[in-house]
């Protein structure tokens, strides 16, 4: 369907439903050129050819972002749906500064301070690692990994971690933190980690770091069985409006682009071999034929 065959089709409904109608574009590529790009890829989604798409194909080759001499001719009836979406468009100003982590307060006396609180269950944690006594070398670790924790202002986010895995040990749920959060000594007396990374001579900086100035990347798991019991427990303490699960998306690489857009050809399965095989590990150049 055209999209003035839309307009006039939808304009009078809007009027009905006393509803402002905006002019827009449904966009799925942002060139004309792109057209070929899109069958390619709804042909892999549908595990086809793009000679054999049939009627999913998109029907239609005006689905690219269009320029505003264009759109104005599209909407030569209905200016002021033209308008109204140009302030739309206006309105939806955003920027990548405005996103900053939230962390749930997870402060048994609320005039304490995180930093402070993250402070005394350290050294709680630390007392009961070392009933003998903390070593020298322990005392230093943690007391550099806690003033870099409050340089950047992370005991929330430790805190919320501490919480989430004392609720599973009082439950009897196994878990381990593990990656880069068995580098903090913070965490090994806290029982999050149960690698000593000072006897290990593991650096601090690979799990946090000053440069980088990004949260550190904590991982604990939960078996399988129980994760569930976990997994409701952040929501009613967080609420499910701030609490949610994700996953993992791929991105394509060249020899898996090229695998599939072949497919999508038509190409025989040895050409598509051969031309993969040109493909040097996973940027994509060749191999460099002068190295010694």
């Known amino acids: 369907m055209s999209s ?22 449904d966009v799925l590529f942002h060139e004309p050129d792109r057209r070929i790009l899109q069958d390619e890829v709804t042909a892999i989604r549908h595990n086809t050819t793009v000679d054999a798409l049939g009627f999913h194909r ?21 200016p002021e749906a033209l ?30 301070t995180a930093q402070a609180m993250l402070e005394r ?15 020298t070398e322990v005392t230093a670790s943690l007391q550099h990994e806690l003033r870099l924790i409050d340089r950047l202002e992370y005991a929330p986010y430790f805190l919320t971690v501490n919480s989430i895995v ?19 000594a913070v965490y090994f007396v806290r029982g999050i980690t149960s690698i000593d990374p000072g006897r290990n001579d593991l650096l601090f900086q690979r799990f946090v770091s000053e440069e ?23 929501y009613r303490t967080c609420g499910r409006d701030r609490a949610a699960l ?31 095989s040109q493909i040097w590990a996973w940027s994509g150049e060749p191999p460099d034929s002068g190295a010694a």
């Open 4 to 25: 003035r065959l839309i307009t006039h089709r939808f304009a009078p409904a809007s009027a009905r439903a006393k509803m402002h109608a905006s002019g827009t574009n």
């Open 58 to 78: 998109e029907r239609h080759a005006d689905r690219y972002v269009k320029t505003p001499v264009e759109m104005q001719r599209l909407f030569t009836r209905y």
């Open 83 to 112: 308008a109204r979406a140009a302030r739309n468009a206006e309105a939806c100003r955003f920027s990548l500064d405005e996103l900053a982590y939230q962390y749930p307060e997870e402060r048994d006396d609320p005039t304490v």
């Open 121 to 135: 269950l350290t050294w709680e944690g630390a007392a009961e690692r070392y009933p003998e006594g903390v070593p």
């Open 166 to 184: 004392r609720f599973a040990r009082s439950r009897g749920i196994l878990c381990q933190g593990q990656g880069s959060a068995a580098n903090s």
């Open 212 to 234: 980088r100035r990004e949260p550190p990347d904590i991982d604990v798991d939960f078996e399988h069985e129980r994760r569930e019991e976990v997994i409701q427990r952040i």
């Open 246 to 276: 994700t996953a993992v998306v791929i991105r394509y690489r060249s020899k898996g682009a090229l695998r599939d857009v072949g497919k999508a050809l038509g190409l025989p399965e040895d050409l598509i071999r051969a031309l993969s």
